[in-house]
């Protein structure tokens, strides 16, 4: 009989007094990999929490001592005893609430709350945001209440899948809950932070969101409907697209399948503006387009391309293969078995089409019209290059925040107009159709020829997607070409002048100097999309894991958590985190973190779907099998489930890399001048009218991402599965980078 | 009572409302392969997974040697499980999917792989351990994977629908294959299927479930000849259950009235009055003349099976099922016939 495994109580403990008494409670400016902090418990801003308690006059921090030592009492003993149970629950309890409350309650002004200074009198010390050694504390306490709640018996024990649980709830809930929520109290603050529920009304009725002047011949309709007029267009344009796309490359004998499934990867390598600037490039007043025909014809092009025609054909190139890539899945998900019994029937092929494969793909195509209609309500970058005097509600919060009106209440006002349109869309997406989507595809047991288009049909889609994919692949080549010219329009001279100085390297006293102006923004880039990989991959996978193996109390409400970022516009994001992350107990704004942690959660639930469409291709008994021989919770997963979900792994990582990349929306407001990323470098040389310079750069970056998909394949390896090999899931796009 | 192995008293699971176990209790002896019957849904799976560790029971206790294992995980149990699926680890070879048990419990690297070669060499797979699962044919791989539970010499081997998934012929073989490994090393077993031909063969006992609880628990014989109810009666081999009425009883007797005859049988706890009996197909006699056999029918369907008759036939008592040997002489349908009762495969049954 094997002895029952001990539990890693002592590991936590040791986590927890590490983070209080060695490592410096509050945020380094310098970070917490610069050793200047090491030892040095006689400063102030260095000290961890029990120096600072005991030396710098922060007394609120010493009870902390008491739920940290109780447990260990524990050590040695058996935990799952109803005593020591509660002793675990309350001790992580207490110490989590009290950790959480003192840094709310007491902050950089000293209390928090005037009503704290009234009663108590001012505070001599004040608190900073929190640091290594806090967040280790408040990791172990939670840990502690985790093995409390796994000792009384909850999800059968299993102190892995509680913590585990633990964990993602309270980084969902600070990370994505809280920043949101702040939003609503933002919108209730007047400008002088005190509480104003009738500016929050006049701000939500403001003729500026909610106007209908355009119907009636005034000058502009509200930024509200310009944004839902938007998204329906193009969710309609890309739907029908994404159709004609799929329906060639499954049910045709088209020659160039390949080339046409190659778009599928367009959006998730392409940056932001590119697709704007290479229509700006064809249509623009300079455009070869617009001159062509300004030649021919003797007519100027004009402006007509700055506005809502100009946005919308820029998002329907842009998300036209989002919805290929889903209506691939939902016209191969219409079983060709179906097909043939209909056919049997004695019904045409045309018959067939209307009566039985496309009422089949009703769901799916109701599915790839929300996710068009997200994506649209998202999108910053097109409607900032493009928009004209068409404005959205994506860059009015923008423009709220670093415009010259700075009116954050504003921007936090037009950021809940834009998340409840987009949760609306999203939670009608996931209650009606969502889960349709899983059921179609069974794995087995289906064979059939799928039947052919009938023929009229068939000429409609390639009429629709060979003109498309052409148009496509012109733009793309104008942007390769478009980095090699002088300036575009005008002077057509071959030139290699913005890639040199956006990457140049000249030899200086010292050996190389990267001199090009591009490499700080571009290495920072590479670095902070490489670092927030991993966390995203991860966390991802496991929330997957624990959505699809384990049953919970809660977990329909955990899911819709988790995946709830996926429709929060990357624009709420931004603000959401510089209102609620620019002061203690949080205050990370301008650090890299903010970037990181912004990457991390909102590409959260690319890996959560990943994993979840792996897992459910991985038989449950697997599991099953290796628990009972005798393999715990955390061996099964780190034996068993993380080499057969590598696939998955390489998806979320590659996905949540390269969308770190082309992330705009989300970090616009979080850049700073330490940390500039290559989307905002490039926004700032499109405002400058530098295009030649943006589109050079955005060459680079199609390529880098290219290079670093590759090579992601070559280390992640192929499964060792023999014949038994299951389709990796690809690219899934979060709304609006 | 140590030569029991597994102990369930009183055990209940409970999903939300749907009960799947309800009041159960059996105990299972060392060294016995013991097979739990039943249709799908009478929650025979559940109460193997409850053996596993795989769920934990709402309420009742669950002992497994001397110990008291009900609320412990299946990672701390001293099981091993088939499953009906296989459950080979697909990134493993057949050799690393035998040895894993011993892998994560931390033995020796040469250990673990002696006795993995040692186990395969028990299914007589010890030529293919550097194959991948995919690389074998379904009966090979479930040989596999149960070399793979036997390696931990587990107090409880679990065997979870092993065949369901190979098709007739290997079926038999490696039934035949599992029931004689498990004898050579005294091993306790507990096996589930749907499957009662599959259960008569193997087993040195039965627990039959329906609806959630044990119908009857017996050895394979006695549930045959002996079903405690209508419903073993019926899903243990094929029976025609009628109505029919006790005389009289007389010690452990009853004189049992059947169309024009009376018949003396065990009455098996039941008082005179209305019963029921259960006649096994092959039960019933097919008599020439229609006028003197104990009951008149007239053929309704027959088929010819190769080794025997199938016929379905329309009497006083309703329609019968019989099988008859007697492949050259084929009653017509619609000739009259007489059936006499044989001496084995009738009994009383309560309903």
Known sequence: MPLKKTGPLGLWLAIGWVGFVLIPWYAQSRGLFDPGWLLAWDRQSTAPGLQQALLHGRLWLLPLVLPLAAPSLLLGRRQDTPAAANLLIVCGALGTLYCLGQGFLITHRGWGFEVLEAWFGPLGVRQFGIGGGASLTLLAFLMLFAQGIAAKGAVNGDRFVVGSITLIVVLVAAFIFFPVGRILTGALQGPDGGLAPMLFVERFLDNRIWGLGCLTGGPRCGVAWNTLTLALATGAGTTLLGLAFALVVTRTAFPAKRALRALTILPIITPPFVVSLAIILLFGRSGTVTQFFAELMGIDGGRWIYGFWGVWLAQVLSFTPIAFLVMIGVVEGVSPSLEEASQTLRASRWQTFTTVSLPLMRPGLANAFLLGFIESMADFGNPLVLGGNFQVLSTEIFFAIVGAQHDPGRAAMLAIVLLAFTLMAFWAQQQWLGRKQYTGVSGKGDAGMPTPLPTPLEWTAYAITVPWAVFTAVMYSMILFGGFVEIWGRDHSFTLRHYQDAFGVTQGAFGLVWSGTAWNSFTTTLWIAFVSAIPTALIGLLTAWLLTRQQFGGKAAFEFGTMLSFAIPGTVIGVAYIIAFNVPPIEITGTGIILILAFVFRNMPVGVRAGIATLAQLDKSLDEASLTHRATTLQTVRLILMPLMKPAMLAALVYSFVSAMTAISAVIFLVSARYELATTYILNRVEAGAFGIAIAYSSVLIVVMLVVIAIFQLVIGERRLGRRGAAAPSGFAGAGR | ?351
């Open chain 2, 1 to 351: 009572m140590t030569d029991v192995t597994v102990r369930f008293a009183n055990v209940t699971k409970a999903f939300g409302e749907i009960v799947a176990v309800k009041d159960v209790s059996f105990a299972i002896r060392k060294g016995h392969l013991v097979t739990l019957l039943g249709p799908s849904g009478c929650g025979k799976t559940t109460t193997l997974r409850m053996i596993a560790g795989l769920e934990l029971p709402t309420s009742g206790r669950v002992h497994i040697g001397e110990r008291d294992v009900t609320n412990l995980p299946a990672t701390d149990r001293d099981v091993a499980m088939v499953f009906q699926s296989y459950a080979l680890f697909p990134h493993m070879t057949v050799l690393e999917n035998v040895g894993y048990g011993l892998r994560v419990s931390g033995r020796p690297k040469r250990e673990i792989r002696e006795r993995a070669e040692q186990a395969l060499d028990l299914v007589g797979l010890v030529h293919l351990r550097s194959r991948l699962p995919s690389e074998l044919s379904g009966g090979q791989q479930q040989r596999v994977a149960v070399a793979r539970a036997v390696v931990l010499e587990p107090e409880v081997l679990l065997f979870d629908e092993p065949l369901s998934n190979l098709d007739a012929k290997l079926r038999r073989r490696v039934r035949e294959e599992i029931r004689e490994l498990q004898q050579r090393l005294g091993l306790t077993a507990v096996y589930v299927t749907h499957d009662q031909a599959e259960a008569l063969a193997i087993s040195d006992r039965i627990v039959v479930m329906n609806n959630a609880v044990i119908a009857q628990i017996g050895e394979p014989r006695e549930l045959y000849e002996a079903p405690a109810d209508r419903f073993v009666a019926d899903f243990i081999g094929d029976a025609n259950v009628v109505e029919v009425t006790i005389s009289a009883t007389d010690g452990a007797v009853a004189e049992v009235v059947i169309g024009n005859a009376v018949r003396r049988l065990p009455h098996r706890g039941l008082g005179p009055g209305p019963a029921h009996l259960a006649i096994r197909p092959e039960g019933i006699v097919l008599a020439g003349d229609a006028t003197e056999a104990a009951i008149g029918g007239r053929i309704k369907r027959a088929s010819y099976l190769g080794s025997h008759v199938e016929y379905d036939i329309e009497t006083p008592l309703g329609e019968l099922f019989v099988t008859d040997r007697d492949v050259n002489r084929i009653h017509a349908v619609g000739d009259d016939i007489g059936l006499d009762l044989g001496t084995h495969g009738v009994t009383l049954v309560r309903v």
